[in-house]
C-alpha cells in the first residue's frame, strides 16, 4: 500500500509539472523569418444616434481605407459585440472583426491606428477595440 501510494504521489507530482505549450515559447522556437505580429479589431455597426452602419458603408471603408493600408491580404468575419454599459445594462451590437497578420514595425502601426481613428471619426464610434498578440506564420 506505501508503494502504491508513493507511485501515485509520484505521478501527480509529475503530471503537475506537465502543461499545455504557452503561446510565447512557440513564438521563441518560432523561425525569425516566421515570426508576425497579429492584430484584430473590432468595429460595432451601431451610431450612438441613428442609423446602423450599413453593409455598403462598411465595404466602402474596407475597400477605400483598409485594403490600401493592407494589400497583402487580410481577414474580416462578422461578430456579435457585448459589454457592460455605463448605465449597468447590457449593451449588445452586431459588429465585424478585421484580422491583420503583418510585421511588427512603425508602418503597420501607423495604418493600424489610422484605420481605428478613420472608423471613429467617420461613424460616430467611442472607440475600436484592438488585440494584439505575437504569430508564428508559414505559407
Known amino acids: ?34 515570426q508576425m505580429q497579429q492584430t484584430t479589431l473590432y468595429f460595432g455597426l451601431n ?24 494589400r497583402d491580404g487580410l481577414t474580416l468575419f462578422d461578430a456579435r459585440g457585448q459589454w457592460l454599459g455605463n448605465d449597468g445594462k447590457v449593451a449588445r451590437e452586431p459588429s465585424k472583426a478585421l484580422m491583420l497578420i503583418h510585421a511588427k514595425d512603425a508602418q503597420s502601426e501607423k495604418n493600424i491606428e489610422a484605420l481605428r481613428g478613420i472608423y471613429k471619426s467617420r461613424f460616430a464610434q467611442e472607440s475600436v477595440m484592438r488585440v494584439d498578440q505575437p504569430v508564428c506564420v508559414q505559407f
Not at 501510494?5 to 522556437?29: K, Y
Not at 451610431?47 to 493592407?70: K, L, M
Open 1 to 34: 500500500m506505501r508503494i502504491k501510494t508513493g507511485l501515485m504521489v509520484a505521478a501527480f507530482v509529475l503530471l503537475a509539472g506537465c502543461n499545455a505549450p504557452s503561446q510565447h515559447a512557440a513564438v521563441e522556437t518560432c523561425k525569425a523569418e516566421n
Open 47 to 70: 451610431r450612438p444616434a441613428g442609423a446602423q452602419i450599413t453593409g455598403n458603408e462598411w465595404q466602402q471603408f474596407v475597400d477605400q481605407d483598409v485594403t490600401p493600408r493592407f
